[in-house]
């Protein structure tokens, strides 16, 4: 339903561009998210778009100014532009879908999204 592609090894201050493509049921979802885990820790909000005409966004403070998250309607696919990473950057990424509405404030918790796609590894080396 989900696939996460476009992870790998980069410097600190380097780039990487992760992709999400949704099939199946995720295709018409309301709004995917990136969320993240590094090894020890929770899994932590990234940044979530919807998917209607007003594309609104929302990022955590920890990526804000750094990574864009876009959508590419025609591919059914949302990517997540990652600039200027650091080493603290390093985790496993996960896309996810939401299918029905929410405001988009609460979408900043795992738990309200209903399909999760299988990660892919960024690691930032200094």
């Known amino acids: 339903q989900l696939q996460a592609s476009g992870g790998g090894l980069v410097r600190a201050g380097g780039s990487l561009r992760l992709s999400c493509a949704a099939s199946?049921?995720?295709?018409?979802?309301?709004?995917m998210g990136w969320f993240r885990q590094a090894p020890g820790k929770e899994r932590e909000f990234v940044a979530v778009?919807?998917?209607?005409?007003?594309?609104?966004?929302r990022y955590a403070d920890s990526v804000k100014g750094r990574f864009t998250i876009s959508r590419d309607s025609s591919k059914n696919t949302v990517y997540l532009q990652m600039n200027s990473l650091k080493p603290e950057d390093t985790a496993v990424y996960y896309c996810a879908a939401r299918l029905r509405f929410l405001t988009i404030g609460t979408m900043t918790t795992s738990a309200v999204y209903d399909y999760w796609g299988q990660g892919t590894q960024v690691t930032v080396s200094s």
């Open positions: 778009i919807t998917l209607s005409a007003a594309g609104s966004t």
């Open positions: 199946g049921r995720t295709f018409s979802s309301y709004a």
